[in-house]
């Protein structure tokens, strides 16, 4: 998108006018609301038009970034900052709620006067703070060059277009009815509002409303995937697996915090499938007082590996193995020890070795474990 056209909403937002930007949810007229609240007013003369229905409730904070509201809205639970790390830039609006000291420093640090983007929801008392990050790079980047917090409305509400589609005529509307600016780009990706998450003062959080991604998907990609991979599946990965779902099971955790959802699962390079645990894996698991399960074998799949956060392989030769079947995916390949040592495997060998490959495993675990959580509060 041409770099004039982004630097001109930038400064028609700076100037207290209003711009026509699109996102990947609909296009929306976005206004400053920092500062002397000229945006503000001028996005409110807009709402009187007769269509405009009242609004009732706070206008969403649209940031430049993650990192932006990070810095002016801290998120104390791993939970709450998974949500923003996996939807931040997304289809999603965060309803954060806070005591009136949080919202005050806020609102303190962005230059934003009360009221505007932090206030109740009539289905849910209790205030908050609503934020989102689009998922344009040239509304992003207006954001950025424009400075300070913007809110919006959508297009469709002035009725100019459908909210999906921006057509000349609805461009030519907007600048009748006073809109400064206007970029036009593809047609939105969702075509609808994103989707309402609500970050509870306990630490999890409640999906308030449906938009542009469904229930199902939010949860499924707020949870973490963990895959354990050695060759056959029949001792150390499902020995793995099992241990860290017992660990998982018992994490502490402070007050106004939650930890991070997790699904672990295990498979083998080399598998039969439909094996059951070695009988001597399944001891050394209950001598630890873990419940070994029902396993049954499985042959690792691509689509589980694209699928996962992290994967933790057995040994060296694992991980070359699945380097070649991720290709050139992201998802990062670890070895299960931290220190990089390969963890042998007992089968065919006496009991004692399946028990010192489960402590193996659960010490290794235990660390990576802690290396996740670290990782969750910083």
């Known amino acids: 998108m041409d770099l004039a056209e982004i630097e001109r909403a930038a400064a028609v937002l700076r100037a207290g006018g209003l711009a026509l930007l699109p996102s990947e949810t609909v296009y929306g007229v976005y206004a400053a609301a920092s500062g002397s609240g ?29 990192e932006r509201v990070e810095e002016a809205l801290p998120l104390k639970s791993p939970l709450h900052r998974r949500v923003a790390r996996v939807f931040l830039p997304g289809p999603v609006r965060l309803h954060v709620e806070r005591t009136d000291e949080q919202i005050r420093a806020t609102l303190d640090a962005l230059r934003v006067a009360p ?90 959080y409640r999906i308030m409303s449906v938009g542009a991604i469904d229930e199902r998907e939010v949860r499924a ?9 050695c060759s056959g599946n029949t001792c150390r990965s499902p020995v793995a697996e099992a241990i860290a779902r017992h660990l998982l099971s018992n994490r502490p955790h402070a007050p106004g915090e939650a930890p991070v959802p997790v699904r672990v699962s295990s498979a083998g390079t080399s598998a039969s499938v439909g094996m059951a645990m070695t009988p001597e894996s399944a001891e050394a698991l209950t001598e630890m007082d873990i419940d070994p399960g029902r396993h049954t074998s499985r042959q690792l799949q691509q689509e589980e590996l694209a699928g996962a956060d992290l994967v933790f392989v057995m ?18 390949i670890q070895l299960l020890d931290p220190d990089g040592a390969d963890i042998d495997d007992p089968i065919g060998g006496p ?18 474990l802690a290396e996740i959580e670290e990782g969750d509060r910083r």
């Open 38 to 66: 000229v945006g503000v007013a001028a996005l409110r003369a807009l709402s009187r038009e007769p269509e405009v229905k009242a609004r009732t409730y706070p206008w969403t904070w649209h940031a430049a970034s993650r």
């Open 115 to 204: 009221g505007i983007i932090d206030g109740e929801f009539v289905e849910a008392p209790g205030r908050v703070i609503s934020v989102r990050v689009p998922d344009h790079e040239a509304t992003r980047d207006v954001l950025t060059r424009a400075g300070g917090a913007a809110i919006a409305e959508s297009a469709a509400n002035f009725g100019l277009g459908d909210g999906q589609v921006m057509t000349e005529a609805s461009v030519q509307r907007a600048m009748e009815i006073g809109i400064g600016a206007a970029l036009v780009d593809q047609p939105a990706r969702f075509g609808r509002a994103s989707t309402a998450i609500r970050l509870l003062a306990g630490g999890g």
């Open 221 to 229: 990609r707020v949870e973490r995937r963990v895959v354990f991979v």
């Open 315 to 332: 040994t060296k030769q694992h991980r070359r193995v699945v380097e070649m079947m991720m290709g050139q995916r992201g998802t990062p």
């Open 351 to 368: 009991l004692r070795q399946y028990r010192e490959m489960a402590k193996t495993v659960r010490r290794a675990i235990e660390r990576r």
